[in-house]
């Protein structure tokens, strides 16, 4: 376990090495709500979104879903890329013994790097903008950041499996990850989709994880389903996810040479 | 002495060609063997299968009696490697590679941070811990997987061409240190290259790899023995390489090899030297003489045979 936590620390020296990249995120992330979600919010006439539930209110909780998913995907992906290219996975593998380790330790420092973001993004929001978090219970969501954390970690570990060329890493970091968003409801309601593009936004994980926190938080639920199917779905796709990404990892240990 | 590495008819087979083809070999604790051989001999492919990344085609490895395929997570407890490839996290500074690499190896804090002192002092790196690893120069990365590996203090240590990059004063401080882990701590070092004098120095026992082969194994000194006490190094006229060769072979036998129209030829007598050299000068652009070292074993074993 010991070995684990100093990989995990490892993990996060290296992520947040880079402390600029990670403020700036944040800061582009607040930027947007703080102008674009204000434009936005007059462009249509002020009015509220859902009842009681206006658009800026409704953006914030969709953006720091937005980041934990970005953040964890990137981190998760970039790690396990540069591992496989370099022989690290092969040298961790000698040195920890068990492959499981690897994973464990890997899984544990993509959540909490997640985790910080999301906190780092409403600690932000709730300094800049303290009246627009007045109505949202911050325990609950604090306590989503950190669910939703370990269920879009799951994803990103099955992404990260992907990226195994530079190309590849490319495309998941800078197309995936944007196409996963515009085709859920973390900018906008899915109403306003184009009804094509609705069979991709009810198979996309991020879709399920964003409309359960706006019910939770602000009581809003854009899904036909109740929250316990709407749990279902979610765990579904953690379980599988986990299930594929574990098979996925053994074998890029394995086939790393040093 | 007990066994430290029993290697057993491996083969290993890849798609398109057979890396190793059934070598066999043993290490004795305490001491350090070199695997020498040419790009592509299997060196690197040996070094993965020890350190149990890659699984044999046939045959089979242990260190200290565990078996790499079948026990390989009692085998890698005693082992740490320096590896070709990188292996290093580049986000991070050197000494935070070598911290987590010796805390996941379950050295405790107090010692490691010790142990780290003293090898940043004797390789001149100690100034240079706390850049991150993306800004160091070739050699100061091979000095942070030296200091990685050399802070475990293994039971088994398997190097990897471990000092490719180093300049020849550190290459010496790395060689004394690895000399004296395996005095004092009685450590097995295994080790690949491809640098006669690296493994003439600080082996005691080497072997040669040719093509998945192992042609030939011994103390050095041995190995040097058996192929003379000089060697003729004959840079030929192209046109003239025939007439040159019959005229040697005829003179000595089997005891010349060929690296492109250069030839060495292997001497049993100093004597031989003087009246080869006036039979042979006028088809020559140089001749030269030297004492064998394992550079020359290497050349005679490796290099093209064109006679025996």
Redesign the interface.
Same mark, same amino acid.
């Given at each position: 376990m010991a070995?684990v936590l100093? %990989?995990v620390?490892?993990e996060l020296?290296?992520?947040f =090495?880079?402390k600029l990249r990670f403020f700036m995120r944040i800061l582009v992330d607040v930027l947007y709500i703080v102008i674009g979600g204000v434009a936005l919010q007059a462009m249509i006439g002020n009015r509220e979104l859902f009842p009681g539930v206006n658009y800026i209110e409704y953006l914030v909780l969709g953006m720091i879903f937005h980041r934990i998913f970005a953040d964890t995907m990137s981190e998760t992906s970039i790690s396990l890329f =540069?591992?496989q290219r =370099?022989?690290?996975l092969? %040298? $961790? +593998?000698?040195? +920890?013994?068990?492959p499981k380790y690897i994973i464990v330790g890997k899984f544990l420092s993509s959540a909490i790097i997640g985790i910080i973001s999301g906190l780092m993004l409403l600690a932000s929001l709730a300094i800049i903008m303290p009246c627009l978090l007045a109505k949202s219970n911050i325990l609950a969501l604090v306590t989503w950041i950190v669910f939703s954390s370990i269920i879009y970690t799951s994803f990103s570990m099955l992404l990260a499996t992907i990226a195994v060329t530079p190309e590849r890493l490319n495309l998941i970091l800078n197309i995936f990850g944007n196409v996963v968003a515009f085709m859920s409801n973390v900018f906008y309601p899915l109403e306003y989709i184009p009804a094509i593009f609705w069979p991709v936004a009810y198979v996309n994980p991020m879709t399920y994880v964003v409309t359960l926190a706006r019910f939770y938080i602000l009581g809003v639920n854009e899904l036909p389903w109740d929250s316990f199917s709407l749990i279902a779905i979610i765990l579904i796709y953690t379980f599988v996810s986990i299930i594929i990404s574990i098979k996925r990892i053994y074998k890029l240990i394995e086939e #790393?040479? %040093? | 002495m007990e066994t430290a590495i029993k290697v057993e008819k491996l083969v290993k087979k890849y798609a398109q060609v057979i890396a190793l083809k059934g070598i066999s070999l043993e290490v004795q604790e305490g001491t350090i063997y070199g695997l020498l051989g040419p790009n592509g001999a299997g060196k #690197?492919t040996t070094?993965?299968i020890l350190? #149990? $990344? +890659?699984k044999p085609s046939a045959g089979t490895a242990y260190i200290h009696g565990f078996n790499v395929v079948t026990q390989p997570?009692k085998a890698?407890?005693l082992?740490?490697?320096v590896?070709?490839? +990188?292996?290093?996290? $580049?986000? $991070?500074t050197g000494y935070?590679n070598i911290y987590?690499?010796g805390? %996941?190896?379950?050295v405790p804090s107090s010692i490691l941070r010790k142990r780290i002192d003293e090898l940043a002092e004797a390789l001149d790196m100690k100034r240079h811990l706390k850049r991150?690893v993306r800004e160091y120069s070739g050699g100061m990365i091979r000095k942070i997987q030296i200091m990685q590996a050399l802070v475990t203090r293994p039971k088994v240590l398997l190097l990897?061409e471990p000092t490719l990059t180093l300049d020849p004063v550190s290459r010496r401080i790395v060689w004394d240190l690895f000399r004296r882990l395996v005095l004092e701590e009685k450590t097995t070092i295994f080790m690949a290259t491809h640098n006669t004098m690296e493994a003439e120095i600080l082996c005691d026992k080497v072997g040669l790899l040719n093509c998945g082969l192992l042609v030939k194994e011994g103390a050095p000194n041995i190995l040097k023995e058996q192929v003379g006490v000089g060697v003729l190094e004959i840079r030929v006229k192209e046109e003239y390489l025939n007439r040159v060769v019959s005229a040697i072979s005829e003179y000595l036998g089997e005891k010349i090899a060929r690296i492109r129209s250069t030839l060495y030829v292997f001497l049993d007598k100093e004597e031989y030297f003087e009246p080869l050299t006036a039979k042979i000068r006028d088809y020559c652009l140089e001749v030269i003489y030297r004492k064998v070292t394992l550079e020359e074993v290497f050349i005679k074993e490796v290099g093209r045979k064109i006679v025996g």
């Open positions: 070995r100093t %990989l620390y490892r020296c290296a992520a =090495s880079e =540069s591992d =370099s022989g690290m092969g %040298l $961790l +593998l000698v040195t +920890l013994e068990d #790393t040479r %040093l | #690197t070094i993965n350190a #149990t $990344l +890659l997570k890698r407890r082992i740490d490697i590896p070709q490839r +990188l292996c290093l996290d $580049l986000r $991070l935070k987590f690499h805390r %996941l190896k379950g991150r990897d």
